[in-house]
């Protein structure tokens, strides 16, 4: 039986993918700090999930024992750079030491890979953990999903707005973007978790891939409610707004939902090619179908 290792377990994907790891029959570990709550602890270990409780900064010896015996480690953990490149270097370390064959790191996002430094500062800390992955023999996967569907569709990215019913995008609309609920996104990295032959190189998935103005099509179509289209502004007016949110900033937050929304909208972090059909059994919500929970 295949046994995973899950560190973010307590958290909104790390949760998703343990219950997908589940649903296939395989055996989860869940890494969860001292200070991880009680009850999201017990809820894992009432669903037959082993707790093994240690610390990041327990450093690489102390966390291997942790890790003994498992086939795959995957990490849901989110954080700034302490936690994505300090703490997930520390687990990359702890997986050699404990002969973890395979580790699916904490990116779940564009395709990083294809942006430079500087084009979204949460992305540039994974990229910088990769450089520190580099020359290990433990075989890296990165699982690449675009954006969450909830987070396309929550106010964080400032496209929907459901209280006043508008819609308000930048660039020119035409260009294509990725999509998939986190749901989707657990389901395909529990299968690349059971799937050794994409080791070592990361895998694209898209729930839905639509542009901005299908995008508002289909979320129009799902919720059954008129959104009125607005057009903030084209690229360089996305980039002057970066800039000015930047300058006055008083941290990432403050402007990163935008470097998403440009890598997106211009098409740099494209998920390209995608790999789907390698995983019929993941069969993904589209963006109007997930848009029926937003219907009056
Ligand atoms: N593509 C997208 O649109 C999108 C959107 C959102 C997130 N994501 C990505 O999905 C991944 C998971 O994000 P999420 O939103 O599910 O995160 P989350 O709900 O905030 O959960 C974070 C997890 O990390 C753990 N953690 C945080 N700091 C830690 C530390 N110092 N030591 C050990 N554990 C620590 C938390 O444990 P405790 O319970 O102990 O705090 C929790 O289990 C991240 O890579 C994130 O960037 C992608």
């Known amino acids: 039986m295949t046994e995973v290792l899950v560190a973010g377990a307590t958290g909104m994907l790390g949760g998703a993918i343990v219950d997908s790891l589940l649903e296939r029959d395989v055996r989860v570990r869940a890494l969860v700090r001292p200070s991880s709550k009680r009850e999201v602890v017990d809820a894992l270990a009432d669903k037959g999930v082993v707790i093994a409780e240690g610390s990041l900064t327990d450093g690489p010896e102390r966390l291997a024992r942790l ?31 404990a002969g973890v064959p395979r580790l699916i790191p904490s990116d779940f996002a564009v395709d990083l890979f294809r942006l430079d430094d500087g084009d979204n500062v949460f992305l540039d800390h994974r990229r910088r953990a990769h450089e520190a992955f580099d020359g290990t023999h433990v075989q890296v996967t990165s699982v690449l999903n675009g954006a969450f569907t909830e ?16 819609f308000a995008y930048w ?10 609920t986190v749901a989707d996104t657990a389901a395909y990295t529990a299968e690349v978790a059971l799937d050794p032959a994409v080791a070592g ?15 508002h099509e289909a979320l129009q179509r799902g919720s059954g409610r008129r959104l009125e ?65 937003f219907a009056r």
């Not at 660039?171 to 998939?180: A, L, S």
């Not at 707004?241 to 470097?259: C, K, S, W, Y």
């Open 151 to 166: 987070v396309m569709t929550a106010p964080f990215l400032e496209i929907v707005d459901w209280d006043n019913d508008t």
């Open 67 to 97: 890790l003994e015996g498992a086939d795959v480690a995957i990490s849901a953990l989110q954080g700034g750079e302490d936690v994505v490149v300090d703490g997930q270097t520390t687990l990359l370390r702890a997986a050699e030491k």
């Open 171 to 180: 660039g020119d609309g035409d260009q294509p973007c990725d999509f998939t």
């Open 229 to 293: 289209l607005r057009v903030r502004g084209d690229v360089s007016e996305l980039e002057a707004e970066i800039r000015r949110r930047r300058a006055v900033a008083t941290g990432p937050a403050d402007f990163v939902a935008l470097q998403y929304v440009w890598a997106m909208v211009t098409g740099k972090a494209k998920l390209e090619p995608l790999d789907n059909d390698r995983y019929p059994a993941v069969r993904p919500t589209g963006v109007a179908e997930f848009a029926r929970r």
């Open 201 to 215: 190189r990361p895998v694209r998935v898209a729930g839905d891939v639509l542009t901005m103005k299908e995008f």
